[in-house]
């Protein structure tokens, strides 16, 4: 069956260090997006992208990034972690044009 | 204030209860909305979409737009311990790139 997987699903980094997250999906979706989730904000979009080598930027990009080297990985970086950045990212995909999101299982990163 | 207003409960009911959950938004070009549900620790998982305004149901549950009121709901009849979750409203515009707006989510316990 076609799934969206997540690694690691559990992250403990110390601040300033960078930090890779994966999200792997199989469902040959040309839209992926990175959320994270944290109470009282809920899921907030980072960044997302429509295709190969296509990247945008969320509504809280700041101190990540992405990169598209093909349809099914969208890996996140945090390029120097902050204890602000502890929370749990979502990576969640669709099918182009369509607006329903099939999400990840989640990475808890604790940032200390 | 926020786009997409959830009352975060928690809300605890009795088992057989009919449960509406709802939301309220501000943006009038929304035109797509759906309902995930998440179980502690796990991603979203879509349970309802509906496009415009009405009604659409599956099987105990249903979900109500009215775009006049800017007002979506969701209900659950015969509610059972595993209907016990968060459960998130989203949303999306016309031509918004198939970005989804969330509410923050309302936690359901359903008690026995």
Known sequence: DAEITQSPRHKITETGRQVTLACHQTWNHNNMFWYRQDLGHGLRLIHYSYGVHDTNKGEVSDGYSVSRSNTEDLPLTLESAASSQTSVYFCASSEGGQYVQYFGPGTRLTVT | ?112
């Open chain 2, 1 to 112: 204030q926020k786009e997409v207003e959830q009352d975060p409960g928690p809300l605890s009911v009795p088992e057989g209860a009919i449960v509406s959950l709802n939301c309220t938004y501000s943006n009038s070009a929304f035109q797509y909305f759906m309902w995930y549900r998440q179980y502690s620790r796990k991603g979203p998982e879509l349970l309802m979409y509906t496009y415009s305004s009405g009604n659409k149901e599956d099987g105990r549950f249903t979900a109500q737009v009215d775009k006049s009121s800017k007002y979506i709901s969701l209900f659950i009849r015969d509610s059972q311990p595993s209907d016990s979750a968060t459960y998130l409203c989203a949303m999306s515009e016309t031509g918004g790139g198939n970005k989804l707006t969330f509410g923050t989510g309302t936690q359901l316990k359903v008690e026995l």
